[in-house]
């Protein structure tokens, strides 16, 4: 997408949370965007996490005036299902980037935004390259780009964002593996 575009460019950003919303935000309305966030996670686990995240979200989106679009229920079985055999780390990723990147192309054409993006693209721990690959795919099957930026560049900003707006800060990426794997420091083997 070009960076000259109308002031009124509606661009729908999925947010994984709180604190790696605070850079993408900002770039985005810097770059004259009227930025709506979608909540949509079914991979959080448990779900009480998923709780505290959603929270947190609901207190920064309060703070900086931003629009939400909330996914109702909790489709933690839908992950489960999905990743079902495919547990080990950057398969299970790719499912979840898809699930995630999909509902988010089909809010942004069913809500007629300009783009979509995410915030999974500030996070130096997940696969740049596979989400952009995704969100691409996604994009072109409804008819909304999606915006690829590098939102890593902001990584320190969000730090000091987090730390300024008192945002829960979460100790593992979000699913049940992924906890695993952080507290145990060994890596799911799928078998």
Same mark, same amino acid.
């Given at each position: 997408?070009?960076?000259?575009?109308?002031?009124? &460019?509606?661009?729908?950003?999925?947010?994984?949370?709180?604190?790696?919303?605070?850079?993408?935000?900002?770039?985005?309305?810097?770059?004259?965007?009227?930025?709506?966030?979608?909540? $949509?996670?079914?991979?959080?686990?448990?779900?009480?996490?998923?709780?505290?995240?959603?929270?947190?979200?609901?207190?920064?989106?309060?703070?900086?005036?931003?629009?939400?679009?909330?996914?109702?229920?909790? @489709?933690?079985?839908?992950?489960?299902?999905?990743?079902?055999?495919?547990?080990?780390?950057?398969?299970?990723?790719?499912?979840?980037?898809?699930?995630?990147?999909?509902?988010? &192309?089909?809010?942004?054409?069913?809500?007629?935004?300009?783009?979509?993006?995410?915030?999974?693209?500030?996070?130096?721990?997940?696969?740049?390259?596979?989400?952009?690959?995704?969100? @691409?795919?996604?994009?072109?099957?409804?008819?909304?780009?999606?915006?690829?930026?590098?939102?890593?560049?902001?990584?320190?900003?969000?730090?000091?964002?987090?730390?300024?707006?008192?945002?829960?800060?979460?100790? $593992?990426?979000?699913?049940?593996?992924?906890?695993?794997?952080?507290?145990?420091?060994?890596?799911?083997?799928?078998?």
């Amino acid at each position: 997408m070009s960076n000259e575009r109308d002031a009124a &460019a509606r661009i729908l950003l999925h947010i994984c949370c709180a604190p790696c919303s605070t850079y993408p935000i900002n770039w985005l309305r810097g770059q004259r965007y009227a930025v709506t966030g979608l909540w $949509y996670n079914p991979n959080i686990h448990p779900w009480q996490e998923h709780e505290l995240r959603r929270a947190s979200m609901v207190h920064y989106a309060a703070a900086v005036g931003l629009d939400m679009i909330w996914a109702e229920g909790y @489709e933690m079985p839908r992950f489960f299902r999905l990743v079902a055999g495919h547990e080990r780390f950057h398969e299970r990723c790719q499912l979840c980037y898809r699930l995630r990147l999909e509902r988010a &192309a089909q809010v942004a054409a069913e809500n007629r935004f300009d783009a979509f993006t995410t915030t999974l693209l500030i996070s130096p721990y997940q696969d740049q390259a596979a989400i952009r690959s995704i969100g @691409e795919a996604m994009g072109r099957s409804v008819g909304v780009p999606f915006l690829f930026e590098n939102f890593r560049r902001g990584w320190a900003e969000r730090g000091r964002l987090t730390k300024e707006h008192g945002l829960y800060r979460q100790q $593992y990426c979000g699913c049940l593996y992924s906890e695993w794997e952080r507290y145990t420091g060994q890596q799911v083997d799928g078998s």
